[in-house]
Every structure is written in C-alpha cells, then in structure tokens.
C-alpha cells in the first residue's frame, strides 16, 4: 500500500476515535525514520510491510491512550527535541510563550549561577531551554528524582549550564540569591476532567494544583521572599486560562510596589502572570 493512502487511513481511524490527526504523521515519521519533509516526499513510495506492521502497533498503542511522544520517545519544545518518559510532563506549546517572554525581557542581562531559577524541572524543557537562548548559567528544582534523571539526559543532548537541585519547591534554594524565579507548576484543579492519554499516562504530581489548582502559587508566592534578592529582577508563571487574576493578585499583596501583569497566549487566553522590575541594577 502506498504511505500517502496508508496515512490517510489512520488519520481517519484517530480522528473517528477522538485522536489527533496529526499524530498519524507523528507515528509513520519515527517508523519511517524521516522528518515531515522527507515523509511528504516518500508518500508516493510504497510502505514496506514490516513497517505497516510497526505502523498499527504504534496505532494501536495510541488508540488505547499511550500518548505518542511515548511512543516516539521525544517532543519537540523551542526547535529542540527533549526526550520524554512517564515520569515528566510531556512540553506543551504554550510553555514555548513562558520562554519567549523571559527571554525577551531578560536578553543581554548577565547573570550569576543561582541567580536564575526554574521550579519544576521536568524533561528540562524550561531550565535548558532558559540557558541555551539566553546563554546564562540557570538553576532548577524538582522534587521527583526520575524527572531529574530524564532532565539530566535531556542535558547531555542539547547542552545548557544547569545546576539541578531535588526538593520541594523552594526548599532546596536557602542559601541562594534568587533574583529571576520561573516555574510552570501544576495548575489543573483536582475535579478536572482529563483525557486519558494525559490523565492514565502522564505524573499526577505534575499535573494537579490541589482543589482549585492555586496550591502551589500560594506556596511559592508566599514563600519567595525567603530566596528572592529585595532587588529581584523578574517572576513570571505559566497559568491556566481562568486564574490570571488570582495569581497576581497573590503577587500584588506580595509585591506591591513591583509592576504586575497578565499576558494572553496566541489563542487569547490568560497565560502568563509576571512580576518584574526593570529599574533594577545587574
């Protein structure tokens, strides 16, 4: 069977399951072994049969919620592959916003190690990404011991100057002088309804933020006095779309003489809440 009417069938079958398309495209590039471009040039070629083999295996797997990029092993984030596993949250796209605003607010800044945090590690999406495009030494703070494993080799992959630390949120910082704090922590509230290729497959620890999903703002707002410099320069969170408000106004309290704000997502929806001063000195 040729590759273009093979794909057009298991688009099919996905979106008739309430899939994603696209993940189709996705699953024949890793069989195939080629990026998009080379899969549209080979979709007149024939698809050899034990790689159709492959191909419904991988189809299968994902029909019963296995998420693709486990089945792949990787997601892409800011033009970078990062490995994935069931033990860190799979890089969504909006996280790519949280990434264009720090670096466009913190670009040609110099910085001290410890100077720059990230809470949350993850895959290391975040932290590497921070210290890749912005060329400083970056911090990062995650409580499970297997993200930091998968973070680590995310590292040896891509590069960056990173410095992990295990622990619960701030605790590990006592004796740092934080002057940039930035975390993506989990924000979905506890009732939400989830599919289940993220709520079967993907850490619940990374995923829930208590009963209204502001457990862990409270915390870190709360607790970012303690580790932040008096003349910090920046605090920006990822948010989900209704809490915008709520954030900065726990920044406001917290900061008031710092500007706050409330930025919108390429689909208009609240995503980031940011506390910065810019009349800071380096």
């Avoid at 912005?134 to 040896?156: F, H, M, R, Y």
């Avoid at 295990?166 to 605790?171: F, H, T, V, W």
Wanted: hydrophobic fraction near 40%.
């Amino acid at each position: 069977m040729r590759i273009a009417k093979r794909l057009n069938q298991a688009q099919t079958m996905l979106v008739t399951a309430g899939r994603e398309a696209s993940s189709a495209e996705w699953l024949l590039m890793h069989v195939l072994q080629v990026d998009r471009t080379g899969l549209l040039i080979r979709l007149s070629d024939e698809l050899e049969p034990e790689q159709d083999l492959l191909f419904s295996e991988y189809l299968l797997a994902h029909l019963n919620g296995i998420p693709v990029q486990h089945l792949i092993g990787y997601q892409p984030f800011y033009g970078r592959d990062f490995r994935v596993s069931p033990a860190v949250l799979i890089p969504r796209p909006e996280t790519e916003e949280l990434i264009e605003f720090v670096t466009g607010r913190l670009q040609g800044e110099t910085f001290q190690p410890g100077e720059i945090v990230d809470i949350g590690t993850g895959s290391g999406a975040i932290c590497l990404t921070l210290a890749l495009e912005l060329g400083q030494p970056v911090t990062t703070v995650d409580i499970s011991p297997e993200a930091i494993t998968v973070a680590k080799e995310n590292q040896q992959t891509l590069g960056g100057e990173v410095t992990f630390l295990e622990g619960d949120l701030l605790a590990p910082l006592a004796d740092h002088s934080v002057r940039v704090l930035v975390s993506n922590p989990p924000y979905i509230e506890e009732d939400e309804l989830l599919s289940d290729v993220v709520f079967d497959h993907e850490p619940h620890l990374a995923l829930f933020g208590g009963k209204d999903g502001l457990v862990f703002y409270r915390r870190l707002i709360e607790d970012s006095s303690r580790v932040l410099r008096d003349d910090f320069r920046l605090i920006a969170f990822e948010i989900g779309h209704n809490q915008g408000q709520e954030v900065q106004m726990m920044l406001k309290k917290r900061y008031p003489t710092v500007e706050t704000g409330i930025l919108k997502d390429i689909n208009g929806k609240d995503r980031i809440v940011y506390a910065e001063r810019k009349d800071c000195p380096e």
